[in-house]
């Protein structure tokens, strides 16, 4: 199951405050953060990102993608994450 638990989803705003771990998504443009899984030891959390946004009626804003869940291994692999936190 790739989603978030409803606790999970309530930490989002800590999470981006305090951003212990972000990724910059060199193919996306995306922010990645990362956060710890509470079920889960082997996997991490994932929130996505893009700044400047379009949005026909506001104007460029900053978006939340998506959210979901990944494989601690996939961020310390993937050739398309930049550490930049």
Same mark, same amino acid.
């Given at each position: 199951?790739?989603?978030?638990?409803?606790?999970? /989803?309530?930490?989002?705003? %800590?999470?981006?405050?305090?951003? +212990?771990?972000?990724?910059?998504? @060199?193919?996306?443009?995306?922010?990645?953060?990362?956060?710890?899984?509470l079920k889960n030891s082997?996997?991490?959390?994932?929130?996505? /990102?893009?700044?400047?946004? %379009?949005?026909?009626?506001?104007? +460029?804003?900053?978006?939340?993608? @998506?959210?979901?869940?990944?494989?601690?291994?996939?961020?310390?692999?993937?050739?398309?994450?930049?550490?930049?936190?």
């Open positions: 199951n790739q989603a978030l638990s409803a606790d999970e /989803i309530k930490q989002i705003v %800590k999470v981006l405050d305090e951003a +212990k771990e972000v990724y910059w998504d @060199t193919k996306e443009e995306s922010l990645v953060y990362f956060f710890d899984d082997k996997k991490v959390n994932k929130i996505i /990102i893009r700044p400047d946004y %379009k949005l026909k009626k506001f104007g +460029k804003t900053n978006a939340l993608i @998506t959210l979901g869940k990944v494989d601690k291994d996939t961020k310390e692999s993937s050739k398309e994450y930049e550490k930049i936190k």
